[in-house]
């Protein structure tokens, strides 16, 4: 069997067991948006796209992390241990596409209705999107290494809420002290966004060598 095989099983088997929530945000990002670029409703836009950024990564990082049948299925695939942790970071990251399509389509019901440019879609809502994506994987880089300790392992859901407040939090401490800092907005923005996926690679690495020792 080849390496890539079981590793493309983890992944779908993950989006299958999260497919109904997905199917769900996806929906109602979707509609919600066309409503609001119909409506001309433009303080929502910026809900609009933080939900759109979050959203989906959240339910993978939800729906199959820490359950039984996850780690039961871990166990039956042929690949090293270490590399199990590499497919929790790729489904984050891929699930973290899915909004963009639905994005899209919003978009362009605004360029429609409203002739909403897309510079101006974009503008509109950057620094909420960017924050929010940034929140997300900064979720994944807490979470993941400390769930694989035995402290982690005492309260999943605790620990769940616990990382997803610290990961929102950092993310805006960091936006706003690049502006006391004197930085831009945008530059406080990409500042925050850059220091979470810094963590993100950072965190599957120190993930890999927490995988490569737990016993499932």
């Known amino acids: 069997m080849k390496n890539r095989r079981p590793m493309l099983g983890l992944m779908t088997y993950s989006f299958h067991e999260a497919r ?4 769900l945000v996806l929906s109602l990002t979707l ?4 409503i609001i670029e119909i409506t001309e409703f433009s303080l929502a836009v910026q809900t609009f796209l933080i939900y759109a950024a979050g959203a989906a990564p959240y339910v993978v990082i939800q729906k199959s992390e820490g359950t039984p049948k996850w780690e039961s299925y871990l166990l039956a695939m042929p690949i090293r241990r270490k590399n199990l942790a590499s497919i929790l970071y790729l489904n984050v990251f891929t699930a973290s596409f ?25 503008d509109s809502g950057f620094i909420f999107f960017a924050i929010a994506y940034g929140a997300m994987l900064l979720f994944a880089a807490l979470i993941y290494p400390i769930s694989s300790t ?3 392992g005492r309260s999943v859901h605790g620990l769940f809420f616990v990382c997803l ?8 401490a960091i936006f ?15 500042l925050s ?6 963590a993100f690679v950072v965190s599957l690495f120190i993930t890999r060598v927490r995988y490569a020792k737990i016993d499932f």
């Open 193 to 198: 966004v850059s220091i979470s996926m810094v």
């Open 165 to 172: 407040f610290a990961s929102v939090g950092a993310n805006i």
């Open 176 to 190: 706003f002290g690049g502006r006391w800092l004197g930085l831009s907005d945008i530059f406080a923005t990409l």
């Open 150 to 152: 035995k402290f982690g």
């Open 98 to 122: 899915l909004m963009i399509p639905i994005t899209g389509v919003v978009w362009l019901v605004g360029f429609i209705f409203n002739n909403v440019v897309m510079e101006v879609f974009i």
């Open 31 to 34: 509609f919600a948006g066309i």
């Open 20 to 23: 109904g929530s997905l199917l």
